[in-house]
């Protein structure tokens, strides 16, 4: 089973820091990486995907992909309460399958 | 963005009763939808994936004659909830997806609340 594993958190961080938030992945093979950020009793939202190594950035996020390291973060910058959230990184069960594999997601608090 | 709509968006029946929701593409047509459930603090759980015109595949553990998927159209796929029972309530969401560049990319409903007594 390929797994996708993220801190549980919760993660602290003041208003207007920067949040950085980790995920590793087992399968080397695999190409898409996706973030998507749930508020409490509410669905998962896309923020970002990522296909190839280095930064992409959105906006105050930044995706970060490590291809030889398996890792993907995401990181927010200016962070405010309303990011406050769980943050899920997922990528595809098998390459070019659509089923996605998902974190547990890691917790995030901004504090005012 | 691409937009998903689920209904209803909540709904509380008596045990033993079906339920159906229903999970549209409002502006794009989806390659696949997914049906997840999702209790309090727990991570999503993926129970089916379906394609318009073939049978749901269903995940492991998950009772195909109880959670009955309907793909009706690329644009539509709905979720019936059969003989329904309190360890069913569950935050119930779908997603759908629409192939941008290379890969696929997983949008989600609102989700619907359901609460069996």
């Known amino acids: 089973q390929k797994e996708v594993e993220q801190n549980s958190g919760p993660l602290s961080v003041p208003e207007g820091a920067i949040a950085s938030l980790n995920c590793t992945y087992s399968d080397r093979g695999s190409q898409s990486f996706f973030w998507y950020r749930q508020y409490s009793g509410k669905s998962p939202e896309l923020i970002m995907s990522i296909y190839s190594n280095g930064d992409k950035e959105d906006g105050r996020f930044t995706a970060q992909l490590n291809k030889a390291s398996q890792y993907v973060s995401l990181l927010i910058r200016d962070s405010q309460p309303s990011d406050s959230a769980t943050y899920l990184c997922?990528?595809?069960?098998?390459?070019?399958?659509?089923?996605?594999?998902f974190g547990k997601g890691t917790m995030l608090l901004v504090s005012p | 963005g691409a937009v998903v709509s689920q209904h209803p968006s909540r709904v509380i029946c008596k045990s033993g009763t079906s339920v159906k929701i229903e999970c549209r593409s409002l502006?794009?047509?989806?390659?696949?939808m997914f049906w997840y459930r999702q209790f309090p603090k727990k991570s999503l759980m993926l129970m089916a994936t379906?394609?318009?015109?073939?049978?749901?595949?269903?995940e492991q553990g998950v009772e195909k004659d109880k959670f009955l998927i309907n793909h009706a159209s690329l644009t539509l796929s709905t979720l019936t909830v059969t003989s329904a029972h309190p360890e069913d309530s569950s935050f119930y969401i779908c997603s759908a997806s629409i192939q941008r560049t290379s890969t696929d990319t997983q949008y989600f409903g609102p989700g619907t609340r359901l609460t069996v007594l």
């Open positions: 379906s394609n318009e015109g073939s049978k749901a595949t269903y």
């Open positions: 997922a990528a595809p069960r098998r390459s070019g399958y659509s089923t996605l594999t």
């Open positions: 502006d794009f047509q989806a390659t696949t």
